[in-house]
Nanobody, 123 residues
Framework: VQLVESGGGSVQAGGSLRLSCAASGYTYSTYCMGWFRQAPGKEREGVASILIGGGTTLYGPSVEGRFTISEDNAQNILYLQMNDLKPEDTAKYYC??????????????????RGQGTQVTVS
């Protein structure tokens, strides 16, 4: 599965952005997708995950209540709606996918497909 992120950019604190991740290739085998982020000098962090078709979602504690992960299964697109953005949300955001449920969900190495990332800057 090939993943391409878009929608990143610069926004002021309190603003919103919506990231998209277009999946192509062997997409009908995809079972679990998610978002990670990494800021310079910081560890990679799990942001959110979703089970395709089932709706089950999980969020990292720093984004729960502000970010929403969703998917359009017909279009093979994953979204991350980010509201009330804070400067500490500044990072490169990566889309991930796998044909199985990844346990724990925030284990980056468990996802076999990963995008190139899109930068989000909050000032």
């Amino acid at each position: 599965v090939q993943l391409v992120e878009s929608g990143g950019g610069s926004v002021q604190a309190g603003g919103s952005l919506r990231l998209s991740c277009a999946a192509s290739g062997y997409t009908y085998s995809t079972y679990c997708m998610g978002w990670f982020r990494q800021a310079p000098g910081k560890e990679r962090e799990g942001v959110a995950s979703i089970l395709i078709g089932g709706g089950t979602t999980l969020y990292g504690p720093s984004v729960e209540g502000r970010f929403t992960i969703s998917e359009d299964n017909a279009q093979n697109i994953l979204y991350l709606q980010m509201n009330d953005l804070k400067p500490e949300d500044t990072a490169k955001y990566y889309c991930v996918a796998d044909a199985k449920a990844v346990v724990p969900w925030d284990w980056f190495g468990g996802y076999s497909s990963r995008g190139q990332g899109t930068q989000v800057t909050v000032s």
